[in-house]
C-alpha cells in the first residue's frame, strides 16, 4: 500500500491556519467601509477556499499512474486516524506475510503446508472498476475464511493473493483434500458482485521438503502457482509438482533461452529421410540443437516446450528456416540432386498472418524454390485453424512446398482434415514402430495406416526404426520411406555431406526382405 502521511500532518497544519485566518480577517472587516467588503470577502475567504478544496482534493486522489498500475492508495484524510497496522491488512482485516512468517519460523513446526490462492481476475476488474476489485477481493477473503478449519492460519500476502498454512500436518494427504475443497469453494460465484465467478490460481510449497523458512515457502509457492484444473470425474485437481532441482533447471533455461540465437548457441543437426525401395538418401530432417556454456548440451525434449510456452517459437523458428535453407543451398552446390530439408512448424507459426511471405523471402536469399524444403507439423497443429490452414497450406503447395504431418496417430486422427487440407506424406510415430515384430496391435495399426496413405495418395513415412526385425515387418507392409538408427543418427551438417558422397556399412546381413542390399552398401545415390 502506498501511504502519504505527510499530506495528513499538512492538511492538519493547514486547518488551523486557516481557521486564524477567518478570525484575524473578521475583527477587521469590523472597521472596513462597506464597499470595501466584497473584495476582500474574496481575496480572503473565498480565493483561499476555492485553492485548498483543490489541494485537499489532489491530496487525497491517487494518481493516473497509480490507477493504470491498480496500485491501492490510503487516504491520507482517513489513515490520519486510522494509520495502517504492520501485521494487519487494511483491505480485508486478515494477517499479512510478516505475521505468517512469523508464525511458520516461530511455531518449531516440523511439517507444513503452505498454500496460495491468488484471485487472478483482480488486476484485469482494477483497471476499470477499482471499486469492484476491492469488492470481489473482500468477498473472497470472507469466503476462504468461512471455509478454513480450526489450526489454520490465513494471510494476505499481496494484492490479489491469500496464503493457507497448515501446521504440523502429519497428513498432508488430508492437508491436500481440505486445499482441494477450499479450491473449489473459492471458485464458485460471487453473487453479491454482479455474479461474478472467480478465476483462481493455486501454488503449494510442503516444510521440511522445500523449506523450513515462511519466506522461501512462499516463493516457492508462487514459482509453481497455475489454475486448477478440473478432471473427466469432475474432481478439481491441484497443479503438479516437480523436484525442485528441476524446478531450477527449468527456470535456467527460460532465462538462458532469449539469448541462445545472438549467442550461437544453437545449431541444426540433420537425420537422413531414406527412400528403401529406391536405395538413396531423398533428404533430411533439421533437428535444433541447444549447447549452452554452463548448462550443457540441453535436450529438445527439454527446451521445445519451454520454448513454445514463453513465446519463442516464431523468433527460433525464424532461425531454424533460415540455416536450414542455407544447408539445402550447400547440397545444391554440391551436386546432391533434389534433396529435400524437412523442417518442423509450430502451431505458433503456423497461425503466423506472415509466414507464407517469411517462406518466401528465405528461399529467394538462398536462391531455392519451394521443392527444396519440406514442412512437418503435428496434428495438433494442423487442427489449430482448419479453414485458415487450408488456405495457407494451398499457398505452399503452389510455390512447391511440400508438408508431411508429423508423429501420425499420437493426436487428433481425425479422417476429415487429412480429405480438405493439402498434405503429401503421413510420418506414422515411433509409438508404433517401436518393437512392431513383438506387437500385433500395433502391426495392424501401421497397416492401417499405410492403406489409408495409399487411397488418399499419400507417402508414408516410419521414423524412429532401430532393428532389422522392424524394417522387415514394415517393409512387408508397404513401407517405402525409413527414418531412425538403423539407418543413421541425428549428425552434423559437414557429416551428412560425408554420408551422401561415402560408401555405407550396414549392421546387419542381406535379407529376403531386401535382397539388394549389396546395391545399397554401394551407396545411398542422391
Same mark, same amino acid.
Given at each position: 500500500? !502506498?501511504?502519504?502521511?505527510?499530506?495528513?500532518?499538512?492538511?492538519?497544519?493547514?486547518?488551523?491556519?486557516?481557521?486564524?485566518?477567518?478570525?484575524?480577517?473578521?475583527?477587521?472587516?469590523?472597521?472596513?467601509?462597506?464597499?470595501?467588503?466584497?473584495?476582500?470577502?474574496?481575496?480572503?475567504?473565498? =480565493?483561499?477556499?476555492? @485553492?485548498?478544496?483543490?489541494?485537499?482534493?489532489?491530496? &487525497?486522489?491517487?494518481?493516473?499512474?497509480?490507477?493504470?498500475?491498480?496500485?491501492?492508495? *490510503?487516504?491520507? &484524510?482517513?489513515?490520519?486516524?486510522? /494509520?495502517?497496522?504492520?501485521?494487519?491488512?487494511?483491505?480485508?482485516?486478515? *494477517?499479512?506475510?510478516?505475521?505468517?512468517?512469523?508464525?511458520?519460523?516461530?511455531?518449531?513446526?516440523?511439517?507444513?503446508?503452505?498454500?496460495?490462492?491468488?484471485?487472478?481476475?483482480?488486476?484485469?476488474?482494477?483497471?476499470?472498476?477499482?471499486?469492484?476489485?476491492?469488492?470481489?477481493?473482500?468477498?473472497?477473503?470472507?469466503?476462504?475464511?468461512?471455509?478454513?478449519?480450526?489450526?489454520?492460519?490465513?494471510?494476505?500476502?499481496?494484492?490479489?493473493?491469500? *496464503?493457507?498454512?497448515?501446521?504440523?500436518? =502429519?497428513?498432508?494427504?488430508?492437508?491436500?483434500?481440505?486445499?482441494?475443497? @477450499?479450491?473449489?469453494?473459492?471458485?464458485? #460465484?460471487?453473487?453479491? $458482485?454482479?455474479?461474478?465467478?472467480?478465476?483462481?490460481?493455486?501454488?503449494?510449497?510442503?516444510? /521440511?521438503?522445500?523449506?523450513?523458512?515462511?519466506?522461501?515457502?512462499?516463493?516457492?509457492?508462487?514459482?509453481?502457482?497455475?489454475?486448477?484444473?478440473?478432471?473427466?470425474?469432475?474432481?478439481?485437481?491441484?497443479?503438479?509438482?516437480?523436484?525442485?532441482?528441476?524446478?531450477?533447471?527449468?527456470?535456467?533455461?527460460?532465462?538462458? !533461452?532469449?539469448?541462445?540465437?545472438?549467442?550461437?548457441?544453437?545449431? =541444426?543437426?540433420?537425420?537422413?529421410?531414406?527412400?528403401?525401395?529406391?536405395?538413396?538418401?531423398?533428404?533430411? #530432417?533439421?533437428?535444433?540443437?541447444?549447447?549452452?556454456?554452463?548448462?550443457?548440451?540441453?535436450?529438445?525434449?527439454?527446451?521445445?516446450?519451454?520454448?513454445?510456452?514463453?513465446?519463442?517459437?516464431?523468433?527460433?523458428?525464424?532461425?531454424?528456416?533460415?540455416?536450414?535453407?542455407?544447408?539445402?543451398?550447400?547440397?545444391?552446390?554440391?551436386?546432391?540432386?533434389?534433396?529435400?530439408?524437412?523442417?518442423?512448424?509450430?502451431?505458433?507459426?503456423?497461425?503466423?498472418?506472415?509466414?507464407?511471405?517469411?517462406?518466401?523471402?528465405?528461399?529467394?536469399?538462398?536462391?531455392?524454390?519451394?521443392?527444396? $524444403?519440406?514442412?512437418?507439423?503435428?496434428?495438433?497443429?494442423?487442427?489449430?485453424?482448419?479453414?485458415?490452414?487450408?488456405?495457407?497450406?494451398?499457398? !505452399?503447395?503452389?510455390?512447391?512446398?511440400?508438408?508431411?504431418?508429423?508423429?501420425?496417430?499420437?493426436?487428433?486422427?481425425?479422417?476429415?482434415?487429412?480429405?480438405?487440407?493439402?498434405?503429401?506424406?503421413?510420418?506414422?510415430?515411433?509409438?508404433?514402430?517401436?518393437? @512392431?515384430?513383438?506387437?500385433?496391435?500395433?502391426?495392424?495399426?501401421?497397416?492401417?495406416?499405410?492403406?489409408?496413405?495409399?487411397?488418399?495418395?499419400?507417402?508414408? =513415412? &516410419?521414423?524412429?526404426?532401430?532393428?532389422?526385425?522392424?524394417?522387415?515387418?514394415?517393409? %512387408?507392409?508397404?513401407?517405402?520411406?525409413? %527414418?531412425?538408427?538403423?539407418?543413421?543418427? /541425428?549428425?552434423?551438417?559437414?557429416?551428412?555431406?560425408?554420408?551422401?558422397? *561415402?560408401?555405407?556399412?550396414?549392421?546387419?546381413?542381406?535379407? /529376403?526382405?531386401?535382397?539388394?542390399?549389396?546395391?545399397?552398401?554401394?551407396?545411398?545415390?542422391?
Amino acid at each position: 500500500m !502506498l501511504t502519504r502521511p505527510s499530506d495528513a500532518r499538512i492538511l492538519r497544519s493547514t486547518n488551523r491556519s486557516f481557521v486564524a485566518l477567518l478570525i484575524a480577517f473578521a475583527a477587521g472587516v469590523a472597521a472596513t467601509p462597506i464597499a470595501m467588503t466584497f473584495p476582500l470577502v474574496f481575496a480572503a475567504i473565498i =480565493l483561499p477556499v476555492a @485553492i485548498l478544496s483543490a489541494w485537499r482534493w489532489a491530496a &487525497c486522489e491517487p494518481t493516473a499512474g497509480q490507477m493504470a498500475r491498480g496500485v491501492q492508495v *490510503a487516504d491520507p &484524510c482517513v489513515e490520519a486516524e486510522h /494509520p495502517r497496522s504492520s501485521n494487519i491488512h487494511p483491505l480485508t482485516g486478515l *494477517a499479512t506475510r510478516e505475521k505468517l512468517f512469523d508464525a511458520i519460523d516461530d511455531g518449531g513446526t516440523v511439517s507444513g503446508t503452505l498454500a496460495l490462492i491468488r484471485f487472478s481476475d483482480y488486476d484485469g476488474l482494477v483497471a476499470f472498476d477499482e471499486q469492484r476489485a476491492h469488492r470481489a477481493l473482500l468477498g473472497l477473503s470472507k469466503r476462504l475464511v468461512a471455509s478454513i478449519g480450526p489450526g489454520k492460519i490465513l494471510a494476505h500476502v499481496d494484492r490479489d493473493t491469500f *496464503a493457507l498454512w497448515f501446521p504440523n500436518d =502429519l497428513d498432508r494427504k488430508q492437508s491436500l483434500n481440505e486445499i482441494r475443497a @477450499i479450491s473449489y469453494v473459492a471458485r464458485q #460465484e460471487l453473487s453479491d $458482485i454482479d455474479r461474478m465467478v472467480p478465476s483462481i490460481e493455486i501454488g503449494l510449497a510442503f516444510c /521440511p521438503e522445500d523449506s523450513r523458512s515462511g519466506a522461501e515457502l512462499l516463493k516457492r509457492a508462487v514459482g509453481v502457482r497455475a489454475a486448477p484444473e478440473i478432471a473427466s470425474t469432475g474432481e478439481l485437481t491441484l497443479p503438479s509438482r516437480l523436484p525442485v532441482q528441476v524446478e531450477r533447471e527449468i527456470f535456467a533455461i527460460e532465462k538462458a !533461452l532469449p539469448f541462445a540465437i545472438e549467442s550461437q548457441q544453437l545449431s =541444426l543437426a540433420f537425420q537422413p529421410l531414406i527412400d528403401f525401395s529406391a536405395h538413396r538418401v531423398v533428404g533430411a #530432417e533439421a533437428l535444433l540443437r541447444w549447447s549452452h556454456p554452463e548448462l550443457g548440451t540441453i535436450s529438445p525434449a527439454q527446451f521445445i516446450p519451454i520454448m513454445e510456452r514463453i513465446g519463442l517459437s516464431d523468433m527460433i523458428g525464424m532461425w531454424v528456416l533460415n540455416a536450414a535453407c542455407r544447408e539445402a543451398r550447400h547440397w545444391r552446390a554440391a551436386g546432391f540432386g533434389a534433396l529435400r530439408v524437412a523442417i518442423n512448424l509450430s502451431a505458433r507459426q503456423v497461425l503466423d498472418p506472415a509466414l507464407l511471405s517469411k517462406i518466401e523471402r528465405t528461399l529467394d536469399r538462398h536462391g531455392l524454390d519451394g521443392s527444396a $524444403i519440406e514442412l512437418e507439423l503435428t496434428e495438433t497443429a494442423a487442427m489449430a485453424d482448419i479453414n485458415y490452414s487450408r488456405q495457407i497450406f494451398g499457398a !505452399l503447395r503452389d510455390m512447391g512446398v511440400r508438408l508431411s504431418i508429423d508423429d501420425f496417430g499420437s493426436g487428433y486422427s481425425s479422417m476429415s482434415y487429412l480429405q480438405n487440407l493439402p498434405f503429401d506424406k503421413l510420418k506414422i510415430d515411433r509409438a508404433f514402430v517401436t518393437d @512392431i515384430h513383438l506387437r500385433p496391435e500395433s502391426r495392424a495399426i501401421c497397416e492401417a495406416i499405410m492403406a489409408l496413405g495409399k487411397g488418399l495418395k499419400l507417402d508414408v =513415412l &516410419c521414423e524412429g526404426v532401430e532393428s532389422r526385425e522392424e524394417l522387415n515387418v514394415l517393409h %512387408q507392409l508397404g513401407c517405402r520411406f525409413f %527414418q531412425g538408427y538403423l539407418f543413421a543418427r /541425428p549428425m552434423t551438417a559437414e557429416a551428412f555431406r560425408v554420408f551422401v558422397k *561415402a560408401p555405407l556399412e550396414y549392421p546387419w546381413q542381406p535379407s /529376403p526382405v531386401a535382397a539388394n542390399l549389396a546395391q545399397i552398401s554401394e551407396r545411398f545415390s542422391a
